[in-house]
C-alpha cells in the first residue's frame, strides 16, 4: 500500500464548477501537507500548505486537512479553464524531513468551457 | 528570470551511456533536491543537499550521483544508463530551515528518454 493515495481520475468539469480532489494517506507522522499545480510540460508549483487539521482558503482554493481520519482535501470554487492541470498532494513529517515530500499519484482536472 | 533552471530539457540516449543533468537556482536558497517522476506520474525524492552536504539519499542505485559544488548548483550524474531509467528528473529548491523547508520551488524538469 502507498503511503499516500490519490485517485488519477482523469476529472473533467464544465466552467464554473466546484471541484473536489482528495488524498488518503497512511503515515501518521505526517503534519504538513501540501498541494501542487503541474501543468504539463512544467515543474509541479506550490498552491496550498497547511500544518495539522483544519482549514485554509486562498482565492477561489480552499484545503481541508482532517488527520484524524488522514485526509485531505482541496476544493476549487468557480472552476476556470486555466485550472486544467494535475493536482498533486504532498506530505512531509517535519523535523529531519523536511523537504523530503511524500506525493500522490496526481488528478488530471480538465475544466472545458 | 528562471529561478530554478535544468539543463538540457530533452535527453534521448542508448542504454549503457552516461549522462549528466545540470541545475541552477537564483532564489538563494540553501537546500537543492532531485526529484524523480515516472511514467505514471509519480514524484519522488532521489537526493538533498543543504549548502553543498547531502542530507538526504533516498535508496537510490549509486550509478547515480548528485554533486553540488556550490549552494546554487545541484547536478546529477548518471551512470550505465538503463531502460528503467527514463524519466524526467526535477530538480527543486527550498529555504533550509523549518516549516518553509516544504515550499519547494521546481525547475521544468529534463525528460531522460532511454533506448
Known amino acids: 500500500q502507498k503511503e499516500v493515495e490519490q485517485d488519477p481520475g482523469p476529472l473533467s468539469v464544465p466552467e464554473g464548477a466546484i471541484v473536489s480532489l482528495n488524498c488518503t494517506y497512511s503515515?501518521?507522522?505526517?503534519?504538513?501537507f501540501m498541494w501542487y499545480r503541474q501543468y504539463s510540460r512544467k515543474g509541479p508549483e506550490l498552491l496550498m500548505y497547511?500544518?495539522?487539521?483544519g482549514n485554509k482558503e486562498d482565492g477561489r482554493f480552499t484545503a481541508q486537512v482532517d488527520k484524524s481520519s488522514k485526509y485531505i482535501s482541496l476544493f476549487i470554487r468557480d472552476s476556470q479553464p486555466s485550472d486544467s492541470a494535475t493536482y498533486l498532494c504532498?506530505?512531509?513529517?517535519?523535523?529531519?524531513?523536511?523537504?523530503?515530500?511524500?506525493f500522490g499519484q496526481g488528478t488530471i482536472l480538465t475544466v472545458h468551457p | 528570470d528562471t529561478a530554478v533552471s535544468q539543463t538540457p530539457k530533452y535527453l534521448v540516449t542508448q542504454m549503457g551511456n552516461d549522462k549528466s543533468i545540470k541545475c541552477e537556482q537564483n532564489?538563494?536558497?540553501?537546500?537543492m533536491y532531485w526529484y524523480k517522476q515516472d511514467s505514471k506520474k509519480f514524484l519522488k525524492i532521489m537526493f538533498s543537499?543543504?549548502?553543498?552536504?547531502?542530507?538526504i539519499n533516498e535508496t537510490v542505485p549509486n550509478r547515480f550521483s548528485p554533486k553540488s559544488p556550490d549552494k546554487a548548483h545541484l547536478n546529477l550524474h548518471i551512470n550505465s544508463l538503463e531502460l528503467g531509467d527514463s524519466a524526467v528528473y526535477f530538480c527543486?529548491?527550498?529555504?533550509?530551515?523549518?516549516?518553509?523547508?516544504?515550499?519547494?520551488?521546481f525547475g521544468a524538469g529534463s525528460r531522460l528518454t532511454v533506448l
Open positions: 503515515n501518521s507522522a505526517f503534519q504538513y
Open positions: 527543486a529548491s527550498s529555504p533550509a530551515q523549518g516549516r518553509g523547508a516544504n515550499v519547494l520551488t
Open positions: 497547511t500544518y495539522s487539521s
Open positions: 504532498a506530505m512531509s513529517a517535519g523535523g529531519t524531513s523536511y523537504g523530503k515530500l511524500t
Open positions: 532564489l538563494g536558497h540553501d537546500t
Open positions: 543537499y543543504n549548502n553543498k552536504e547531502l542530507i
